[in-house]
């Protein structure tokens, strides 16, 4: 199965149906070889004996329709659910920001939204990618064609250029999980941690390595990472957990803070 790497447009930009696309063109080349495969295994099929032929069929129902299913549920996530209403964050977090930063990994859709969730705070965005570290081709594709959102400065996930202490909120959306290295993913919350500012907290929003991601992705659920795997990378750097919900079933929110503060 494809992973489903976010679409790229702001909400405000958006149509009805432009994170489906979105979703196919970065995974384009996926798409067309499980096409390919399921024609040839169609034809393979009817050069079988029964039982074989059956087998294969079944197969190859299984692989289309985990591929319908996953289209459905990224369309449902990023074109029909609250996905982009992010004023719940006011509420959540401990005390409203002066000063945040977003963190992406190449593809910006919540800065814009955030600068206007916050209009009296000043905001800052970081673009993490590593070709090194994120090394999966949706999203190297993404990037080839993607070019909105606002202008970002390219920092190091092992070393952000910002000041110790110097942000209220820190925004992890679809980004950190790729970083596929344990070890790496914990020096990035190490990293975090310590521009965060005593008494802020860090929002992290990512489909979970679970269930209902498994049953709508496939195999592609691998792509991400799971609730425990997230919280050893928090716990590493000392943060703990105040908060987390639901956005969908297939979307998962956990607002950390530090522990040493709390």
């Not at 024609?39 to 197969?59: F, S």
């Not at 970081?126 to 390219?154: C, F, N, W």
């Not at 596929?180 to 975090?192: D, K, L, N, Y």
């Not at 008494?199 to 792509?223: M, Q, S």
């Amino acid at each position: 199965m494809t992973n489903t790497t976010q679409p790229a447009k702001t909400p405000s930009a958006r149509g009805k149906y432009d994170g489906l696309l979105e979703i196919i063109n970065y995974n384009r080349g996926f798409y067309a070889l499980t096409l390919l495969g399921v024609v040839a295994g169609v034809v393979a099929a009817t050069l079988l004996p029964r039982t074989p032929a059956l087998l294969l069929a079944g197969a190859i129902a299984v692989a289309a329709g985990w591929i319908v299913v996953s289209l459905l549920v990224s369309h449902y996530v990023y074109d029909r659910s609250k996905l982009y209403d992010l004023h719940w964050m006011r509420d959540r977090l401990p005390r409203a920001p002066r000063n945040w930063v977003n963190i992406h990994s190449g593809l910006d859709q919540t800065s814009e939204i955030l600068q206007s969730v916050f209009p009296d705070s000043s905001g800052q965005i970081l673009d993490i990618y590593d070709s090194k570290e994120m090394t999966e081709p949706s999203i190297a594709r993404a990037r080839e064609v993607s070019s909105h959102g606002p202008k970002a400065m390219q920092a190091d996930f092992r070393k952000l250029p910002l000041a110790d202490s110097s942000c209220d909120a820190v925004f992890l959306i679809f980004a950190a999980h790729e970083i596929r290295q344990r070890t790496s993913r914990a020096e990035f919350f190490q990293e975090v941690a310590r521009v965060l500012a005593a008494g802020g907290a860090v929002i992290l929003i990512e489909h979970l390595r679970d269930l209902a991601n498994f049953l709508a992705f496939g195999p592609g659920f691998l792509h991400f990472q799971s609730r425990r795997e997230w919280l050893y990378a928090a716990t590493s750097a000392d943060f703990r957990l105040q908060e987390e919900m639901t956005i969908t079933p297939f979307v998962h929110v956990l607002i950390l803070v530090h522990e040493h503060v709390c």
